[in-house]
Each structure stands twice: as structure tokens, then as C-alpha cells.
């Protein structure tokens, strides 16, 4: 938990509450306002320890525990398995009907989620930058922010978004 905390403070220099992907062939930015996630591809809304809605045309349905995130994404059984490993979590499972794999800290996220990897850092600004690969060249640049209000959320909220964000383009 004190990685989610220490996380939550890097995300903190990010002060707009959006969370956003930027890659060099497409960029998604989610405003987060609340328990509520909304743009043109994601609405999503958390009660309690669930999370449901859409997202990229898909009707989502997740319930979000201590250490699993469950449920369905666009009909498909999801199930990520969550770890804190030295300050590092790790979220293992299945999700879109594709394996996940990624660490995430407060100072990078590496693994993969679905055909893509990705390798990325915190610079000063609080931002994750690096490259990602989907099955070719790695794409450079690649930067993601995560605002405070979600990493506040707890980090099956987080590790369910990412996944959701991650494993859609």
C-alpha cells in the first residue's frame, strides 16, 4: 500500500485530472471526476467494489477486490490477480480474452497486456514515458499520466483501468 501512496504523490505533479495515453499513432485522454471515468471511448462509473459500464465499445462489468479484479469485458471472463512484490504490484490474469503481465510502481510499468509491451519510466514531470511494442517496431514516444484521483482509488481500481486502457489499443 505505501507503493499506492508513494504512486499516488508521483501522479500528483500531473495537477489536471485526466488520465491519458499518448502514442505515436493514436492518443486517448479519460477525465476522471469522481468515482466516473468519461470520454468518447470510456464511461465508466465505480459503486462501491464495482466498476461497470463501456469501454471502446465493450459493456463492462467488474468487481474490484483487495487483491482480484473479476467480472466481464465485452462477454469475456476477466480475471486479474494483484501483488505487492517488494513495491512493485503485479497484476497477472486474463483480460479481453488476452494474458496480462505488468508491474507497475511509482517509477515505471513494464510487462505486457494483450499483443502489446510496454517499458516505461517516470520522468520529472510525474509522467510515464518510454515505448511500447504490439507485435513490431517499438513505437517511441510513448507517455501515459495517471492522475492522484485514481491512484487513490485503490489500486484494483487502477490495475482495472490500466488493463482497460492498456489492453484496448
Known sequence: MAALLAFGTAAAKEARPYLFLRTPQNAFTVQVEGNNLNSADIQLSREGNNLR??????????????????GTVGGQLSRLHLRDKAGITEIQG???????????????????????????????????EGSRS???????????????????????MTAATLAILLGSV
Do not use: W
Open 134 to 156: 504490439c507485435g513490431g517496431i517499438p513505437q517511441r514516444p510513448v507517455t501515459l499520466g495517471i492522475p492522484a484521483s485514481l491512484a487513490q482509488q485503490g489500486k484494483p
Open 53 to 70: 459500464g463501456r469501454a471502446f465499445g465493450q459493456v463492462v462489468f467488474l468487481s474490484l477486490d483487495e487483491d482480484i479484479v473479476g
Open 94 to 128: 486474463n483480460f479481453l480474452g488476452s494474458l496480462v503481465h505488468l508491474d507497475f510502481s511509482p517509477q515505471a510499468i513494464s510487462g505486457t497486456v494483450g499483443r502489446c509491451g510496454y517499458d516505461l519510466k517516470v520522468n520529472a514531470d510525474g509522467l510515464y
